[in-house]
């Protein structure tokens, strides 16, 4: 059972790129989130999903998109690279709803943009 | 609009003092609240929440909502505890967003 997996944990990126931070989990989980934390700041939410095929926005979303089309995936696509993104990228998952149920959380993805 | 402040970047004590992390929140109606802790080298993880009024490896966190609080406590620091820690908070309405603070790394000296 390994949880919540993230690939790549490490990138660089020029200005401009695209990629896709991968998110997977074998819980079973109908819940699953991407948050991003800048330096010395808290996590903030950029987009959630509460099942396959439906996600909405959360508090970041804005040079992010996400797709939810099986139940353990749960990707996050950058589309034009920018400084701004440069961040550390945790996916979680959860059973129940965040704020209602335990959050468990990928190892984090460091993203620097150049 | 719900907000969460730990006002400590850094707690540095020494082993068996006690601890009190800082948590104050901004909030209008009846929140749910959390403790998550990052161990070195390890994933960020539920510590404890206060619907659930448990101790976690010693550490307990009372709800105050007359100060808007939700301090983590602890009586005696072990080296073991030494991790990042986050307050998050969770309105009881609509999507139920859960918002977290900027954490406070606590360093338990020997």
């Known amino acids: 059972n390994a949880g919540v997996t993230q690939t790549p944990k490490f990138r660089i990126l020029k200005i401009g790129q695209s990629m896709t931070l991968q998110c997977t989990q074998d819980m079973n989980h109908n819940y699953m989130y991407w948050y991003r934390q800048d330096p010395g700041m808290g996590l903030k939410l950029i987009y959630y999903?509460?099942?396959?095929?439906?996600?909405d926005k959360g508090e970041v979303p804005n040079g992010y998109n996400v797709s939810r089309s099986t139940t353990e995936d749960f990707p996050l696509r950058l589309e034009l690279a920018a400084p701004s993104q440069t961040s550390v990228y945790f996916c979680?998952?959860?059973?129940?709803?965040?704020?209602?149920?335990?959050?468990?959380f990928g190892e984090g993805s460091r993203l620097t943009v150049l | 609009a719900q907000r969460v402040t730990q006002p400590e970047k850094l707690l540095s004590v020494f082993k068996g003092a006690p601890v009190e992390l800082k948590c104050n929140y901004s909030?209008?109606?009846?929140?749910?609240l959390f403790w998550y802790v990052q161990y070195s080298r390890q994933r960020l993880q539920l510590l404890l929440r206060h619907i659930s009024r448990e101790s976690i490896k010693g550490f307990t966190a009372d709800l105050n909502k007359g100060e808007t609080s939700f301090h983590l406590k602890k009586p005696f620091a072990q080296e073991e505890d030494s991790a990042m820690y986050y307050c998050a908070l969770s309105g009881n309405t609509g999507r139920r967003a859960l918002t977290f603070g900027s954490g406070t790394r606590l360093q338990v000296q020997p």
């Open positions: 999903s509460v099942g396959a095929g439906i996600t």
């Open positions: 979680a998952s959860s059973l129940r709803g965040q704020g209602t149920g335990e959050l468990f």
């Open positions: 909030y209008s109606g009846s929140p749910e």
